[in-house]
């Protein structure tokens, strides 16, 4: 009798695997449909640290956690990273163009002492997807969260994308505060 139970009950528990497996492909799939990748998917769930919060000041200063660890970069970095995080739905590099403005106006603000000719030039540079700029602004914001964070919560901060496809900061919005 005991034979029969436990064969029920491992076929109840395969049953239930089953079950449960279906709901994880189906949920799997909604996330894909919201525009995670499959990379983005496994990463969350192998996260061993929370996420930090990621905090902007009035003065455009960009800290990291509550301990408020202040992250670092050159005007026209910080520009571009702030550009991202202000599209959660990223941004094709091809279409890079479009956000020549937006791009400048953030420019002006991070670094507030007006928009030198050199500064407009290396806006149209970073901005111009035949040139490799955006790839080398994007490399430094990268590099500096890794350093920082352990790769598998780093790649929620920085800018990444699929070739081709909008590039963009994985990062929840909720995490992100603006003072």
């Known amino acids: 009798m005991t ?16 079950i449960l497996m279906e709901e994880v492909k189906q949920r799997l799939q909604i996330l894909k449909d919201y ?6 998917i496994v990463s969350r769930l192998h996260t061993s640290q929370p996420l930090s919060k990621l905090i902007i000041s009035r003065g455009y200063r960009i800290f990291l956690g509550d301990d408020r660890k202040e992250l670092h970069m050159e005007p026209l970095v910080k520009s571009v990273y702030l550009l991202f995080l202000q599209h959660p739905e990223g941004i094709a590099f091809k279409y890079l163009p479009d956000y020549r403005e937006e791009l400048a106006s953030i420019y002006n603000k991070v670094r507030p002492w007006g928009l030198t000719d050199r500064a407009i030039r290396s806006i149209e540079d970073v901005t111009n997807p035949l040139l490799n700029s955006i790839n080398e602004k994007c490399a430094r914001i990268r590099k500096m969260f890794v350093t920082m964070l352990d790769s598998s919560i780093a790649e929620h901060y920085y800018i990444k994308g699929t070739r081709g496809q909008a590039k963009k900061i994985s990062l929840p919005r909720d995490m992100v505060i603006w003072e």
């Open 3 to 18: 034979n029969t139970k436990d064969t029920t009950s491992k076929e109840l528990e395969k049953d239930n695997c089953s």
């Open 35 to 40: 525009g995670l990748s499959e990379a983005e």
